[in-house]
């Protein structure tokens, strides 16, 4: 199995679905609400687990019952949670608005998460048995930064998904193997709103890049071979709270098995695919069969 470690957030999602989103000072009536386990670490956590990784996370909930239940979830599709810590005061919370498009918007409250500030005992020596590091932006960036620079020290395969985007340091893309935004962050780190413009730019940077595309797949890049689109499958979005972090989990695992790159991505994209049709973030996540049958 491939080994993989998550250093990240937890959070519970706090989700509202609506027609249509509201406008600066509106307020509109939703037809139903949600409270779902999720934040990126752990989405991605529950993704890589279910498609058949090892996986083990790193972050911390609250002392209280969000905490409880998202450390349970965590539990459930196999995620080792023993260095995830319990911070006193609440967990992290999201709160999302999803329309009948399947597009939503998302506000962040750390809580918990806003406790990692760095590495804990024990945390770096689970870090240097891994196979791939994931990271991700809703923890404080210098515990991101610190969790980079262990893999770099232990030769781990690093995976950063730069969200929520904000300016990073040299020395974090320094210490990153693959990075993986989305086609707004791609644009938000270089000024380049073209795809292939923002690959060559993140290229400077790092030396591998995945642009995940939303429903037209994603744009792979790397210093030593020629760009590639891999396609996404044709499905209709319910919701897509996650998909970025179900396709990140799975082509670790994927990458971890040694597939070919093309093949990985395809099959990311498959998993993608998959939540999108299904309500919520890590309850949309599908089993490795059940990505198997859709690649």
Same mark, same amino acid.
């Given at each position: ?114 406790? @990692? %500030?760095?590495? !804990? *005992?024990?945390?770096? &020596? #689970?870090?240097?048995? =891994? ?7 809703? /923890? ?87 760009? @590639? %689109?891999?396609? !996404? *499958?044709?499905?209709? &979005? #319910?919701?897509?709270? =996650? ?7 799975? /082509? ?44």
């Amino acid at each position: 199995m491939t080994g993989i470690v998550v250093l990240g957030s937890t959070n519970m999602d706090l989700v509202a679905y609506v027609a249509k989103p509201p406008k600066r000072g509106e307020t509109v009536t939703g037809r139903e609400f949600a409270t779902v386990p999720g934040g990126k670490g752990a989405n991605q956590a529950v993704a890589a687990a279910r498609a058949g990784g090892d996986v083990t996370m790193i972050g911390a909930v609250g002392a209280d019952e969000f905490g409880a239940l998202l450390r349970h979830t965590l539990e459930a599709s196999g995620v080792d949670t023993d260095l995830l810590r319990t911070a006193d005061g609440p967990s992290g919370t999201a709160h999302i608005v999803v329309d009948d498009d399947g597009g939503n918007s998302i506000v962040v409250v750390p809580g918990a998460n806003g406790t @990692v %500030t760095a590495l !804990a *005992p024990g945390d770096e &020596a #689970v870090i240097a048995a =891994a196979d791939l590091l994931l990271l991700q932006l809703e /923890l404080p960036l210098g515990s991101v930064l610190d969790g980079a620079l262990a893999g770099r020290r232990h030769g781990v395969r690093t995976v950063l998904t730069p969200s929520p985007v904000q300016p990073l340091p040299p020395e974090l893309f320094a210490a990153v193997d693959l990075l993986v935004p989305n086609e707004h962050e791609a644009a938000a780190l270089t000024g380049a709103a073209d795809p292939y413009e923002a690959a060559a730019a993140l290229l400077r940077s790092v030396p591998e890049v995945v642009i995940t595309l939303g429903s037209a797949g994603c744009l792979h890049a790397a210093r030593d071979t020629a760009p @590639v %689109t891999v396609p !996404a *499958p044709r499905v209709t &979005a #319910v919701d897509t709270t =996650a998909a970025g972090d179900t396709f990140v989990g799975t /082509l670790a695992v994927a990458l971890g098995e040694g597939r070919p790159v093309e093949q990985a991505l395809a099959w990311a994209c498959a998993a993608a695919a998959l939540s999108v049709q299904r309500p919520g973030a890590s309850t949309s996540m599908p089993y490795r069969p059940e990505i198997d049958s859709a690649s």
